[in-house]
């Protein structure tokens, strides 16, 4: 498995998903977690709401704000 695309700590947009399931918007990440499948999962936590989520590296990109 590849070595996680982010690190603790950076700010990162969520792509909004087909079923909505994580809101859209920056997050910070929290945690780097074990891959599922053939994608690492983050632990990341929203700057809007305060809540944490887990999210696949696919659903992620990175914030130049």
């Known amino acids: 498995m590849a070595e996680h ?3 603790v700590g950076q700010v990162v ?3 909004a998903s087909l079923f909505g399931a994580t809101p859209p918007g920056p997050y ?8 599922t499948g053939m994608s690492n999962q983050y632990r990341v936590k929203s700057h809007k709401s305060g809540q ?8 992620l990109y990175r914030n130049d704000h």
């Open 28 to 35: 910070e990440v929290t945690r780097q977690l074990p891959p």
């Open 13 to 15: 947009d969520v792509r």
């Open 52 to 59: 944490e989520r887990v999210v696949r590296e696919d659903d």
């Open 5 to 7: 695309k982010f690190k």
